[in-house]
């Protein structure tokens, strides 16, 4: 499958429409200046993805491009990378729907990666704009992406982290706890709310205890362009039941889960022990700076990111 387009879509449309030091994505973490972003688009390019598409909202695109975009498309053009842009709006809608004007919640996840159409012409990933996930998981997305015969349907992939190593020391988080098989075919996700450290390991704020190796999903999956349609369809179905519930989001995890019972996919799990970095709360940002310097210093990074590629 060499000949194929190999892109890495990153949802960015929850980026505030205000950018400044309270955004968190926007937060320097780098010794550098570098955002968490920064880092994923280092690790996804090292890895040999060659296309970037990122989904945001078209009311923050200038914004976007002064701060993010522009410098971004400055450093991919002379490595070969393409640069893309698609855009999550509330009134993309099927035909017969109309967006209730009560709406302001974004409509998911599931949604946005519906803004990529024709945009994408070969495998990719797609990952969160505010999370790391560690050199290994974009280069065993890659792989699996790269082995897929051509015209491969329904065969996905998500990298699957170990609880413990997602948690946060200041509040309790979603995680989506997955169910795998001997072979590692992801057989369930269960999104899982206010999980948080105890002094045995991890438990759902008030109730059941987890195990701290259990996997889950940081919503980085690798998909091939055949789940569009797949998605389109199952828009419908949710807007059929929620157009009228302000609240509600159609997202990739609940979608995936969904699939698995209907056994209509199959999704291969790739573990990683990479811990995974994220700012969650504002107390997070001090551990999440004191780790990337400490990557910097053992020499997995340049401190001048990008001069390595």
Not at 269 to 277: E, I, K, N, R
């Amino acid at each position: 499958m060499k000949s194929q387009e190999y892109t890495l879509v990153i949802l960015a449309a929850g980026i505030g429409a205000r950018f400044g030091g309270g955004v968190k994505q926007l937060k320097q973490v780098g010794p550098s200046g570098e955002i968490i972003m920064d880092y994923s688009l280092h690790d996804a390019i090292q890895a040999g993805f060659r296309k970037i598409v990122f989904i945001i909202r078209k009311e923050i695109e200038e914004d976007f491009r002064e701060v993010i975009g522009d410098r971004i498309e400055a450093l991919c053009r002379p490595r070969g990378v393409e640069v893309a842009y698609a855009f999550q709006e509330l009134q993309d809608l099927p035909e017969g729907f109309i967006c209730p004007n009560g709406r302001r919640k974004p409509w998911g996840t599931g949604h946005a990666l519906l803004a990529c159409r024709g945009l994408l012409n070969g495998p990719f990933a797609v990952i969160n704009a505010d999370d790391y996930y560690g050199k290994k998981a974009f280069v065993q997305m890659l792989s699996f992406l790269r082995s897929l015969p051509d015209g491969s349907s329904g065969h996905y992939c998500m990298v699957g982290f170990r609880l413990g190593n997602t948690l946060s020391d200041f509040g309790g988080v979603t995680r989506g706890i997955c169910l795998a098989d001997a072979e590692r075919n992801l057989l369930q996700v269960r999104e899982t709310r206010n999980i948080v450290k105890t002094p045995e390991g991890a438990a759902v704020l008030g109730g059941e205890t987890l195990d701290v190796d259990a996997c889950v999903s940081m919503n980085m999956w690798g998909f091939t362009p055949d789940i569009l349609p797949v998605l389109e369809a199952q828009f419908v179905q949710f807007l059929n039941q929620n157009l009228l519930e302000p609240q509600t989001e159609f997202l990739l995890p609940i979608l995936i889960d969904r699939l698995l019972e209907e056994r209509a996919v199959s999704v291969q799990v790739l573990p990683t022990d990479d811990q995974w970095f994220g700012m969650t709360f504002r107390e997070d940002i001090p551990a999440v700076v004191e780790a990337f310097g400490e990557l910097v210093r053992q020499g997995v990074y340049c401190r001048q990111l990008y001069a390595d590629l």
